[in-house]
Every structure is written in C-alpha cells, then in structure tokens.
C-alpha cells in the first residue's frame, strides 16, 4: 500500500530538486482536474450525448485535443528565450478562461452547438499543448538526468489518479443532467486559476543565464547572416535536426507508427460503446478512460525505474508488447460483437475491460517515455525544438489516424480494429532495431 502512494514522497528528492518538485506538484494535483473535464475521452462522450453529435463530429473532437500538438513547433520557437514561469501563467489562464467559455455553447442549435463546443476543445488543447512543451524543456534543467524518471513517473502518477477521478465525477454529474455543463466548466475554470497559486515561488534552473546565451546567438546569426531567425529560421532549423539526426528520426518513424495504432482504436471504440452500444455518461467514460487510467496510475510506478535503468530505446520495447496485447483484445471483442452472437455479447465486455487494463499498464509506460524520451537524443540548446518536433508528429498522427480508422470501419466493419495489431507490431519490430544498434546512420551527439 505504502508504494501505490510513493508519488506523494519527497524525501528521496534531491535536495536541489525537492523545493521544485513540490510547487509543481501541488500545481499538477489541482490542474489535472481541469484536465480530466477537457481530455479526449470525455469531451467525445458530451459532443454525443449532449450536443447529438454524428460518428464525424465525435471523430473530431476525440481528435482534436492532440491534433493542437501540429501547431507544437510554435510553441517550441515561442517559448525558446522567454522566461518559462511567465509563459506557464500565461498560457494556464488562457486554457483556463476558454475551459469556462464551453457554458456558452447551447445544444439547442443543433447541429452547430456540437461544432462550436468542437471548436472550444481544439482552442483550450492549442494552448495546453503549449504547456506540454513548457513543462518538458522544465524538467530538462530542473531535475537531474539520474533520478529524471522517477520525478516524471510521480508527476504524470498524479495525472493518472486525478484526470480520470474527475472525468468519473463529471460524467456521473451529467447522468443526472446533462444541461450541468453550464455549472461544471465555469467552476473547472477557477480550479484552472487556482493550480497556479502554488508555483508563484517557482523557479526554473540557470534560466537568466540560458535566454542570455541564446539571446546573444541570435544576434550573432543575424549580424553574420549565417542562418535564418524566427519562425522560418525555427522550421529549417527542425527540419535540419529531421535530415541529420538519423537515430532521431528512426525512434520518430518507430513512435508515429506505436502511436498511430493507438490512435486509430480508441476513436472508433468510443463511436461503439457510446452509439452502437448507448453506454451512459458514466459508464463510457469508466471504459475509455477510467479503468486504464486507473492502471496506468499503478503501472508507472514499476515502469519509473525501469526507464531509468534501460533507457528509452529498450524501454519502449517491452512497452510495445503490452500494446500489442491490448489490441489484440479489443480486435477480439469487437469482432465477436459484430459475429452478432448475443450469448457472447457479455464475454465480449469483459474482453474489452481487459483490453482497457492493458492498454492502462502501457500507457503508464508510455508516457515517461512519450514526456523525455526525446532528451535522449537532444542537443542541450534544441530541446524545446526536439520536444516540439515530437509532439507536432503526434498531432499529426491525430489529424490522420481517427479519420483513417473511421473510413475502414466503413469499408471493413469491426475487422478494422486488426489494422492496429498490424501498426504496433511494426513498431515494435523498429525499436528492437533500434535497441539491437541496427538503425545506423550518422547520429547527432547528445548534450
């Protein structure tokens, strides 16, 4: 027991850390909240519940949120130079206030109240997209590289108690009435400006230092003409990192197609649980969102150390067999509820309940590596630029894979789901490539 609630230590922090760690710690318990009434999931089940949506518009908002990521390289230029507490403030409120705006979208106008609340999530999630490059470069310079797994591992333990706790208490609250969400997004709203109260002491590690070095190196650039600045000098500039950095862009090819399977599964799953099959708010949101949130919550604490101590590569090959398992399952399930076969129609639930536990155990892992995995790879004065990269594929994974998914089941029905099998199993034969030192190429050094 005392291990399942190791994230709230602090004495195993190093000193020079512990301070940090504890006003962002504070900061994530109260803003995860927020996030679990705006995450993927939950948003898909209120676009079809409360605003009637069709399987397009639920398609869309489900995708929405990392879609934003494309737009990450902006961020990375944006906040590459400025100081990172200011930029966290400001993008916090902003996230915030637009939460609060989703009481003004009506279900009444339908079916454009359904788009508007669509265009809601996409403006809130391009700016806490912001926040995901933010806190990434952070913990670069905040937390040493040796114990950096472990600290992320705790920090992202929090999002995975909190962000589904909530979505399970909102989704329980439209059960009851789901004209509800003009109370609940206000309120969310000031949650939103609270989470910043505890890091007004926040300090981000020889920061002064570093935007006057980079500061001065623009301006040597601009004076020789050497390269060019600002938002087209930071595109050539990632794209020169995508040419050059062959290892990096092998693990880029590995990850799009690990995320991609993802991607293409969990969109669909939602139209079935929420349309074919008419779960409630609750209901659907325990399966999408509560169960596997609630294993990754007890899977990172044991994936923590493991990064730590293999590092990235091999790490996310065994990760990618957990994947693969997981999709296995729901591919089971959803063929047996096609087969129409109503004796089976309960084995088939607990089939997919178990394909959700396992998809929860993966995505604990996941996402340390999927929030630094990058650092492995990056040049101390590119790491904005390297996270952005990565997050900008995921958005485009986003933009691609539901609509894909979408389109096969169409064409295939519920044998779609197999095409993800397919996706992860390339992944994972690409990593283990990587890990067996297979890529080759010339690689950039690493800070």
């Not at 850390?17 to 999931?41: C, D, F, K, M, P």
């Not at 934003?68 to 409120?93: A, D, E, Q, Y």
Request: glycine share 10%.
């Amino acid at each position: 027991m005392q291990r399942i609630f190791d994230f709230l230590r602090s004495d195993d922090i190093p000193y020079v850390a512990r301070a940090t760690y504890l006003q962002e710690r504070a900061h994530l318990i109260i803003w995860s909240l927020v996030l679990g009434t705006i995450e993927a999931n939950l948003a898909g089940v209120v676009v079809t519940k409360t605003f009637h949506a069709s399987k397009l518009l639920t398609t869309v908002v489900w995708g929405l949120p990392v879609v934003m990521m494309m737009l990450n390289v902006l961020w990375g230029l944006i906040i590459r130079g400025r100081p990172r507490k200011l930029v966290l403030f400001i993008l916090t409120i902003v996230a915030a206030l637009l939460t609060g705006s989703i009481a003004f979208a009506t279900p009444e106008w339908h079916p454009w109240g359904g788009w508007v609340f669509a265009g809601q999530i996409g403006l809130i999630h391009f700016f806490v997209s912001g926040l995901v490059t933010l806190r990434s470069s952070m913990w670069q310079v905040n937390y040493p590289e040796s114990i950096r797994g472990r600290i992320i591992g705790r920090i992202q333990t929090i999002r995975f108690l909190f962000v589904p706790l909530s979505a399970a208490v909102v989704s329980a609250q439209f059960d009851l009435d789901p004209s509800h969400y003009c109370i609940v997004y206000p309120a969310v709203a000031g949650l939103g400006l609270l989470s910043l109260v505890p890091m007004r002491r926040f300090r981000v590690r020889r920061e002064r230092s570093e935007i006057k070095e980079y500061r001065a190196h623009r301006v040597k650039l601009r004076e020789s003409g050497g390269a060019s600045t600002g938002l087209w000098g930071g595109v050539k500039e990632a794209g020169g990192i995508l040419r050059r950095h062959h290892e990096f862009r092998r693990y880029m090819l590995a990850q799009f197609s690990l995320g991609s399977a993802n991607f293409f599964t969990d969109p669909m799953l939602l139209v079935v649980i929420t349309m074919r099959l008419d779960f409630d708010y609750l209901t659907s949101i325990m399966v999408m969102a509560v169960i596997p949130g609630m294993c990754s919550w007890l899977a990172i604490r044991f994936w923590a150390p493991y990064f730590d101590k293999v590092g990235v590569v091999r790490f996310r090959v065994a990760n990618c067999y957990v994947w693969i398992s997981s999709y296995i399952c729901v591919a089971a399930a959803m063929l047996i509820i096609e087969s129409g076969a109503s004796e089976y129609f309960g084995l088939a639930i607990g089939i997919i309940v178990a394909g959700r536990v396992l998809k929860g155990v993966a995505h604990g892992g996941g996402i340390i590596a999927w929030s630094i995995g990058h650092l492995h790879f990056a040049r101390k004065n590119q790491v904005d630029l390297y996270m952005s990269i990565h997050v900008a594929f995921t958005g485009v994974r986003a933009l691609t894979m539901p609509y894909l998914s979408l389109l096969a089941n169409t064409l295939l029905g519920n044998s779609s789901f197999l095409i993800a099998i397919g996706l992860s199993g390339t992944a994972t034969y690409l990593f283990r490539k990587l890990a067996s030192g297979d890529a080759g190429g010339e690689t950039e050094p690493r800070a």
